[in-house]
């Protein structure tokens, strides 16, 4: 399988609810990093995960969680829903062969 | 602080003229260097990327790229543009040599729009 999943393509939630975004990335891509993407923003780092154990991350609050799996795939939980998390969320993997990191198409996620 | 600058916020070019947007990096070493295509409402599109070598890099579409050290720029440049080359443009860096690779860390975009 090529390319990087991502589900559901949009989403909305009211606010103070929970949210999981999921992500497939490609056999062997075993980082893979997470983007909040706001209207008219680029892309802000959330956290990556390497072989299922995160080894970085960005300036997103604990309600921000994650999780990686064997298969390559992963999920990015969200807690506590704010209006200000609305936003497109890029999931990314890397790829150490061609070295470069593939994006998926993203969810968009509304908040109301 | 490691960044990416791309001044300009939103550039209009004729269809059919030169294009090029501009990126500067505030990094330690060279970083390894990319440039993403987004269209509305969709993910992101590598264009070309740039680790070592020579300097002007050519990627998809008909872009093309060029690494100045000493400038700290990686501009992006086409000779002719298309309408449908109408988008938002990222310039982005990566740390360098980790097996496991770093964040990306991107500029605020350009927004590039095309005038018949």
């Known amino acids: 399988e090529t390319g990087v999943t991502q589900s559901p393509t949009h989403l909305i939630k009211t606010r103070g609810q929970q949210v999981t975004l999921r992500c497939s990335s490609q056999s062997g891509h075993n980082t893979v990093s997470w983007y909040q993407q706001a209207l008219g923003q680029g892309p802000q780092f959330i956290f990556q995960?390497?072989?299922?154990?995160?080894?970085g991350r960005g300036n997103f609050p604990p309600r921000f969680s994650g999780l990686q799996f064997p298969n390559y795939s992963s999920e990015l939980n969200v807690n506590a829903l704010e209006l200000d998390d609305s936003a497109l969320y890029l999931c990314a993997s890397w790829d150490r062969v061609d070295y470069g990191y593939t994006f998926g198409s993203g969810t968009r996620l509304t908040v109301v | 602080a490691q960044s990416v600058t791309q001044p300009d916020i939103h550039i209009t070019v004729s269809e059919g003229a030169s294009l090029e947007l501009r990126c500067n990096y505030s990094?330690?070493?060279?970083?390894?260097l990319f440039w993403y295509v987004q269209s509305p409402g969709q993910g992101l599109q590598l264009l070309l990327k740039?680790?070592?070598?020579?300097?002007l890099v050519q990627g998809i579409k008909g872009f093309e790229a060029e690494f100045k050290r000493s400038q700290s720029s990686f501009n992006l440049r086409k000779p002719s543009v298309h309408w449908s080359d109408a988008a938002e443009y990222f310039c982005a860096v990566v740390s360098p040599g980790y097996s496991s690779a770093s964040k990306i860390i991107f500029g605020s975009g350009t927004r590039l729009s095309i005038r018949p």
């Open positions: 995960y390497y072989r299922e154990e995160e080894n």
């Open positions: 990094y330690g070493a060279t970083p390894y």
């Open positions: 740039y680790f070592s070598g020579d300097t």
